[in-house]
């Protein structure tokens, strides 16, 4: 009996949160963005993921409450760490755009969670992936390539765009100015300006 009710409670912690959310993506949709921050955080509070994500966005765009780009990323962390694919790119982001540069272990983690995101199909992070290991002190190029082929088959252009120099320079690749101008002429179909540029 103890074990029925407890899971009863939990089910009706997660429906209650469930429909809090609900109510929040309503209220920001009709422009009430203080009542929404509202029904996101007591959903929040209650760990669901889906609303920790949503106060992160209310704190990192001053929707309903202050702009504090630290709550948004606290926020983030909680979602993140439930497996949210799109906390774990904003959570990434904000560690490697705001921590200090000796800091290796937030380094870690914000790969470690834009590799998730990037696996679960969050385009924003394999396109940041791809460019991250492209560009960096040691770059790892065939790594780099691979995020920015999975982001360009998701439509990205920008990240087309850099497939096409991977080809052209023979970065990650075997060099290969015919498949350079192919991903350059799909980029540049899809409005991107660089390679509009690079085909001319």
């Not at 929040?44 to 966005?57: H, I, P, W």
């Not at 990205?156 to 101008?181: F, I, P, T, W």
Request: with cysteine; net charge positive.
């Amino acid at each position: 009996l103890e074990e029925a009710a407890f899971q009863l409670q939990q089910i009706f912690r997660i429906d209650i949160s469930i429909a809090l959310n609900i109510l929040g993506i309503e209220s920001m949709r009709a422009g009430h963005y203080r009542i929404a921050y509202t029904c996101f955080k007591l959903a929040a509070d209650r760990g669901y993921s889906k609303a920790q994500f949503n106060v992160g966005l209310c704190y990192e765009h001053g929707r309903g409450t202050e702009k504090d780009l630290g709550k948004a990323a606290f926020y983030y962390y909680h979602a993140a760490s439930s497996c949210h694919p799109m906390a774990q790119y904003r959570y990434a982001r904000y560690l490697l755009c705001h921590r200090p540069e000796n800091e290796w272990d937030r380094h870690q983690k914000a790969v470690t969670f834009l590799e998730q995101a990037a696996m679960a199909g969050i385009t924003e992070a394999q396109a940041y992936l791809g460019v991250f290991y492209m560009r960096g002190m040691q770059p790892k190029e065939k790594r780099g390539l691979k995020y920015l082929l999975l982001a360009a088959k998701n439509g990205d252009a920008q990240s087309r765009y850099h497939v096409g120099v991977c080809y052209e320079k023979g970065l990650g690749v075997q060099q290969n100015l015919a498949e350079a101008m192919r991903h350059y002429r799909q980029s540049a179909a899809a409005g991107n300006r660089n390679s509009q540029e690079r085909l001319r």
